[in-house]
């Protein structure tokens, strides 16, 4: 067994804190551009809307089924499913976001300083259009998301 090597261990070191201060600013950075996208939301997007939502997990299907989401001036309205326009059997449409929830998630989610995070922003309104968190690599199947395919203004 050869000695230690004091060079090697050093570089480990100084490897791992530029890893965990690339990682502190990367967080830093969501956080930014979630503050930036918010205001954009709250100034430029409509009172109404629907938008199609797809949750990414390994989950259930029912879980994972998009759904077209009705959302009448910050209350969520009505949940169809996409595919075939049905309602949702719900027992509670509280239970589905309005896009203010969305944003509300990827707060609290970058608050609990995850693996991994990746989050796209729609450039005109500044809603989240996709966003994927990995909160630790070393635990499988423990990673979600979810993708806004299409949000459309409603009259009202």
Known sequence: MSPANPFRSFTYALLALATAASACSDVTGLERELEDNRALWESEGPASYSFDYHV???????VTRPVTITVQHGEVVSVT???????VDTPCLCDYPTVDDLFDEIESVLAEDPYSVRVDYDPELGYPADFFVDYDLQI????WGFDVLRLDPLPG
Do not use: F
Request: glycine share 6%; proline share 11%; with cysteine.
């Open 81 to 87: 499913y996409v595919d075939t326009g049905e309602p």
């Open 140 to 143: 499988a199947d423990e990673e």
């Open 56 to 62: 990414v997990c390994y989950c259930l299907p029912e």
